[in-house]
């Protein structure tokens, strides 16, 4: 699911990806207005899946990331003012959610980006992260024809 939403580097929130163009993608915004524009060449687009957290150990996909957030939350919005955390609060809060973050390379901006980016999710119905294994999608059609 993550592979089709989209982050603009210098475009505030989160894009879903409606159509691909010559030289340009056509992209939705994940908010009330559902504008369409499209993305072109020169726009830096990143696909949330292709994002990852630095760690002390191996670097941890963002889906594993967000699933650990909705898992502390009960996948409700987060209960911390992102706007208004300070700098300890973001931090304790995100040791919380993802215990062997690296703190010299995860900066506040990055753990303030990366909530906002779950609350715009949570709020437009999108709670599945984590991509299915084959196995884990045919063990949910078994259960459904039994």
Known sequence: MLKTILSI????????????????LIVETLDDTKKRLPARGNDKVTSLGDISMY??????PLSKVLEA??????????SLNIKKASAQEL?????????NFDRDRVY????KKLLS???????????????KTTE???????????
Do not use: C, H
């Open 9 to 24: 580097s210098g475009k505030p929130g989160l894009f879903k990806l409606i159509s691909q163009g010559r030289n340009m």
């Open 91 to 99: 931090q304790s809060y995100f040791a919380e959610v993802l215990p």
């Open 117 to 131: 980016w779950y609350n715009i999710l949570i709020q437009n119905g999108i709670t599945e992260f984590e991509e």
């Open 136 to 146: 884990e999608v045919a063990e949910e059609e078994t259960k459904v024809t039994e």
């Open 69 to 78: 957030v909705k898992a502390k939350e009960n996948g409700a919005p987060v």
């Open 55 to 60: 760690t002390t150990e191996d670097d941890i």
């Open 108 to 111: 506040n901006n990055d753990i």
